[in-house]
């Protein structure tokens, strides 16, 4: 298969490079604050430019808590909730099957059940029934004798189902956070802080951080009436429920800022000393790594952060809703028992490595369809379809495409077809990811004739569309981005905070960033530009999924890793040098802890770049005819040679037969006391080629095949011609 796939323009772009800082600042503010010269810049750059700015920052002083009571219809949602409470009513909690609605779930529950409330939850399977309300599921619920359905992250676009539980005699309370339609659910409360009469100063809530809102506005409620301030019942449900809070809010990608960091600060030093027994238990289980089942050893205490719930704990808690039945995850959270949070947990971990190996085979299979059937030099938005597909694997799918390919993403899965039969009304669930500059949300709503149903955010949504509407839709997306996204957003544009040297690089330093945490959207984790080092060791990890160097730069030397990048996609030697964008781990071993970095992206140094092509020019002139000084060492002598040699038959006889110039260059060089020179190295391959000594094929432009003559007799290569022609072009003296 010929590669299709269009390699997009990854721009680096420096934060500091956009702020102006008057001479002397950054130094004063570092002084003051008593902070490392790197940190201060990294805050001054964040918005942070005084003191007492750091200081309310780092304290996370600089947000408070806003009163649930701004939220437009809280009071109504309080008032239908609490009648359904002290009434015994019949309530469901209809939630989401992803980490945002499960948590959502599971604290509205724990909530009301301690209420003594007579309530359940209703998640809706992903596979069978898709994402948000139905009509069959509000008949269901009708005849089990429900009166009053709750829903979490979800039902901002249900205004049909509402009418239709509406008319069953259900009263719904709406929470949710997702994007609002013009016209609203005609439910009892609808409560979202994106309402465009809702005066709620932070917009940028999780599902669970809006009904986080609403209990608290019902305990608040409660409490005043028996005499109790309204920051009493925030700071009881604050240390009751942060800890879900925070995992939902994390989990669903939301900006940390604003109350958003403070839920979420409070929520991990909560998590940290759960008494929760099913978050005690999936915890464990994600330290342990993909141990075997049944496996038992030692595990180490994770540090619980943003970036463990969002890498360690979320896609396990998702993994549930995506494979099997949401209502695993929220049992989990529920859990009364250890043995019971351990069986769950357990459970959970291996549903998720089956994630994985679902996740990378529809990968692969979408990778090669775009690559075969797409003009990715035209298209915009890439629409795959298939009926196959595992609806609730797409979504993350749609993720790794767009981030591959650096355009808007669609997945649809028509996975209830029959085999070999498909028909025009069969119905296909999406989900997509947008890029900057493209609003997903309203890229479909400019598609909504064409669609059955649909709802999300800017960059993520999921939709339904019939199959014969799929073509139409396809085209009408791409007009829509044709016109709305600019050509210079096609490029992938990579933050990084700003640049600093190797030199700097310390635990101290890492150590020090850990005091700007939690770190997550808006508040994202440090990341540094690192130029010209020198690529000193290559080392595969994990069977060749994930690399490890040795990078150096003037008299330091650190380990860089590279996950999710195998040999083949790093176009470098060792010996090569490199600039690196990444982050700033600490590593802990044997209870030794050392500073590593963690590449998000590599790009071959300019200056080694100009130092290949100054080569490349030499050796041009060189080879035209052009005199050389002895002291340049261009004419190669036997050892060189030999040295050469050794080297092609040793990788020769373990498979390996291309080489890029640099490759070799590298191998030949590797412990070698006296190094050759590129190009020695280029008039040793053509005096192979011309003695047959062995073959030497430039398959592309710096790039050689060789075949290696095993029996071939021994040859003088002072015979060749080509080495006299050089020799006669050297100044003596």
């Given amino acids: 298969m010929e590669e299709n796939k269009i390699k997009r323009e990854k721009i680096w772009v420096l934060r500091e490079e956009k702020i102006a800082s008057p001479p002397g600042e950054v130094t004063a503010l570092a002084n003051e604050a008593g902070l490392s010269a790197i940190c201060a810049r990294l805050l001054y750059c964040r918005g942070y430019r005084t003191k007492e700015a750091v200081e309310r920052f780092l304290r996370c002083e600089d947000t408070m808590f806003h009163s649930p009571f701004l939220l437009r219809d809280v009071e109504k949602a309080v008032a239908r909730i609490r009648r359904a409470v002290e009434t015994h009513e019949r309530i469901v909690i209809y939630g989401d099957y992803d980490v945002d609605g499960v948590t959502s779930v599971s604290l509205l529950y724990l909530y009301l059940t301690g209420l003594g409330a007579t309530v359940s939850y209703y998640i809706p399977s992903r596979s069978q029934e898709g994402y948000g309300l139905s009509a069959a599921a509000i008949d269901r619920l009708a005849e089990d004798g429900v009166t009053c359905i709750i829903t979490v992250d979800t039902g901002i676009t249900a205004n049909a189902e509402v009418e239709y539980a509406k008319a069953l005699g259900i009263d719904m309370v709406i929470t949710d956070h997702h994007e609002c339609r013009e016209i609203l659910p005609d439910a009892v409360a609808v409560v979202n802080p994106h309402r465009p009469d809702c005066p709620y100063p932070f917009k940028e809530l999780a599902g669970v951080g809006v009904i986080f809102k609403v209990v608290t506005a019902y305990e608040c409620t409660v409490g005043m009436e028996r005499g109790e301030q309204e920051i009493d019942g925030v700071r009881r449900m604050a240390k009751e429920y942060a800890d879900l809070v925070a995992i939902g809010t994390i989990a669903d990608v939301m900006p940390i800022t604003d109350e958003n960091r403070l839920i979420v600060t409070l929520g991990l030093r909560y998590i940290a000393e759960t008494k929760r027994v099913g978050l005690k238990a999936l915890i464990e289980e994600a330290s342990a790594g993909n141990r075997a089942a049944g496996e038992s050893r030692p595990v180490k205490k994770k540090k619980i952060t943003s970036s463990f719930i969002g890498f360690g704990l979320a896609p396990r808690i998702n993994a549930a809703g995506r494979m099997s039945e949401a209502s695993h995850a929220v049992e989990l959270l529920l859990a009364q028992t250890p043995e019971q949070a351990n069986h769950l947990a357990a459970e959970l971990c291996e549903i998720n490595r089956q994630r994985q190996i679902e996740e990378n085979r529809i990968a692969e299979q979408v990778y090669r369809r775009i690559d075969e059937e797409f003009d990715l030099e035209h298209t915009k938005v890439l629409v795959v379809e298939d009926d196959s597909w595992r609806q609730g694997i797409i979504g993350i799918v ?37 890029i900057k500059g493209m609003n997903l949300f309203e ?24 199959r014969d509407k799929l073509d139409a839709f396809r085209a009408r997306i791409n007009t829509y981005a044709e016109q709305h996204l600019p050509s ?27 005091l700007l945490e939690p770190f997550g959207v808006s508040n994202p984790t440090p990341q540094f530009v690192l130029r010209d080092l020198r690529v000193d060791r290559i080392t595969e990890l994990g069977g060749g999924k994930h690399l490890k160097l040795l990078v150096s730069g003037g008299d ?6 590279l996950f999710s990048t195998p040999r083949s996609r790093f176009d470098f030697a060792e010996g090569d040098r490199v600039d690196l964008l990444c982050t700033l781990d600490i590593n802990e071993f044997r209870d030794v802890k050392s500073v590593q970095l963690i590449v998000q992206d590599f790009k071959s140094s300019a200056s080694f770049d100009a130092e290949w092509e100054s080569l490349g020019r030499r050796y041009r002139e ?25 080297v092609l038959r040793r990788e020769f006889r373990a498979g390996r037969d291309v080489f890029t110039e640099r490759e070799l260059l590298s191998l030949v060089n590797a412990g070698a006391q006296h190094p050759i020179n590129y190009v020695q190295l280029k008039y040793i ?31 003088n290569i002072e015979k060749s011609s080509i080495l006299k022609k050089l020799k006669s072009q050297c100044r003596k003296g």
């Fill in 685 to 715: 391959l053509e005096v192979f080629h011309e003695l047959l000594i062995c073959g030497v094929e430039e398959c592309a432009p710096g790039t050689y095949r060789f075949d290696i003559y095993f029996n071939a007799s021994r040859t």
């Fill in 398 to 434: 749609a993720s790794r495409v767009t981030e591959r390919y650096g355009l808007p993403s669609i997945l649809i899965s028509f996975d209830h077809a029959e085999e070999g039969f498909s028909s025009p009304d069969d119905q296909g669930k999406g989900s997509g990811r947008s």
């Fill in 622 to 646: 060189v080879r035209a005819g052009a005199p050389f000084d002895a002291d340049e060492n261009f004419v190669p002598e036997r050892p060189d040679f030999a040295q050469v040699y050794t």
């Fill in 488 to 514: 210079e957003g096609l490029s992938v544009h990579l933050e990084a905070d700003c640049e600093i040297k190797l030199s700097e690089v310390n635990l101290p330093l890492a150590e020090e960033l850990t």
């Fill in 443 to 466: 890229a479909l709503t400019a598609c909504e004739d064409l669609l059955v149903k649909f709802g999300g955010h800017e960059l993520a949504a999921g939709l339904t569309v019939t």
């Fill in 556 to 561: 330091v030397s650190l380990f860089a890793l």
